[in-house]
């Protein structure tokens, strides 16, 4: 399995303000996921973060609200940008490992804004 | 219809049960099904992993996969208060296609 660490495990923030999501695992993965779980709902992915090239957007996701970089084959980070209170959610990074074909999960960053 | 559809629960049982929970999905492209577990404030936990119809045990948990019925199942036996969790079905086309998720079922295990 792969070791995925995440920080911060959760935060407070204020409307309008911004957070940025980092996610490191513990070996080189082509690719890194974003997902989204808002309360009492599954998972929703928002986007997929390549190395080396721009991060690829669910429908409903941009850029400009969610960047996200990727530097190299173990590092991510996901902004959450201008927050409004309907950007409380759990904010879940994941990799494939063990060949490619098994998905794994960091332990989330818990989001409330205010 | 949503794609993937999971009884949300919540499930209370006693200790010691057996917890049968379950996923129905639309699209028969679907070729690798998953199982995770998730805990309050935690990240999802890959617990199962199959690939196509047939049946796979590890332990306490065996997962069921009926692609003719576009159903799938986890058996969890004997089962502890440890286990009280979300329990997430999820599925895919190809290896590398992208993890549809169930909305989850809430598990409570009465000691």
């Known amino acids: 399995s792969a070791v995925i660490s995440q920080k911060p495990s959760r935060d407070i923030c204020q409307r309008g303000t911004s957070l940025t999501i980092q996610c490191q695992v513990d070996?080189?993965?082509?690719?890194m996921f974003w997902y989204r779980q808002q309360p009492g709902q599954s998972l929703t992915l928002i986007a997929t973060a390549n190395q080396g090239s721009e991060a690829t957007y669910e429908s409903g996701f941009v850029i400009d609200k969610f960047p996200i970089s990727r530097p190299n084959l173990t590092f991510s980070t996901l902004t959450v940008s201008n927050m409004s209170p309907e950007d409380s959610s759990i904010y879940l990074c994941s990799a494939h490992a063990e060949g490619g074909e098994k998905l794994f999960f960091g332990s989330g960053t818990q989001l409330s804004v205010l | 219809q949503k794609e993937v559809e999971q009884d949300p629960g919540p499930l209370s049982v006693p200790e010691g049960a057996i917890v049968s929970l379950n996923c129905t999905y639309s699209?028969?492209?679907?070729?690798?099904f998953m199982w995770y577990r998730q805990y309050s404030r935690k990240g999802p936990e890959l617990l199962m992993y199959?690939?196509?119809?047939g049946n796979k045990e590890d332990g306490r948990f065996t997962a069921q996969v009926d692609k003719s019925s576009k159903y799938i199942s986890l058996f969890i036996r004997d089962s502890q208060p440890s286990d009280s969790a979300t329990y997430l079905c999820?599925?895919?086309?190809?290896?590398?296609?992208?993890?549809?998720f169930g909305p989850g079922t809430s598990l409570s295990v009465i000691p």
């Open positions: 699209n028969s492209a679907f070729q690798y």
């Open positions: 070996s080189q993965v082509t690719m």
């Open positions: 199959t690939y196509s119809s």
């Open positions: 999820a599925m895919r086309e190809t290896s590398y296609d992208k993890v549809i």
